[in-house]
């Protein structure tokens, strides 16, 4: 019975051992301390500051990329979520209440309305005109 190992000294399985580690990416460091920055930043202490706390920390980020890396974390919280929400049916709408077509080739047709006006010779062109 001297052989048992403690409870505490069981070897982790892989996985928990991996649940325990710094995750390799420094983003997915930053994402798991962005609740305390998030609350840091909140209560009124600068970016900078932060910088320095995350370093003691032990998550080794520039300025610079922790500025860059803030930016992408608070527009993807802000984006709208990847779901699209399902189209509703409508009655459809007559011709009438339909909002009219843009028109791609709008400002062609006023400008050949301008031109009715023009006299284009009928036939071949006269080659005494021509230089």
């Known amino acids: 019975m001297g052989n048992e190992v403690p409870s505490d000294k069981l070897a982790l399985s892989p996985l928990e051992a991996l649940s325990r580690e710094n995750p390799a990416q420094l983003m997915a460091q930053l994402r ?3 609740p305390q920055v998030r609350e840091a930043l909140k209560a009124g202490h600068t970016l900078r500051v932060i910088h320095e706390r995350l370093n003691l920390a032990g ?3 520039s ?3 922790l500025s860059l890396y803030r930016g992408r974390i608070e527009r993807r919280k802000k ?3 990847d779901t699209v929400p399902a189209a509703t049916p409508s009655a459809p709408r007559s011709p009438i ?3 009219p077509a843009f028109d791609l080739i709008a400002n062609l047709r006023a400008q050949e309305q301008k031109r009715k006006g023009w006299p284009f010779p009928s ?3 006269d080659e005494s005109k021509l230089f």
């Open 32 to 34: 798991a301390f962005w």
């Open 59 to 61: 998550v080794p980020i």
């Open 63 to 65: 300025y610079k990329l």
């Open 79 to 81: 984006a709208p979520a």
């Open 97 to 99: 209440s339909a909002p």
């Open 123 to 125: 036939g071949p062109p």
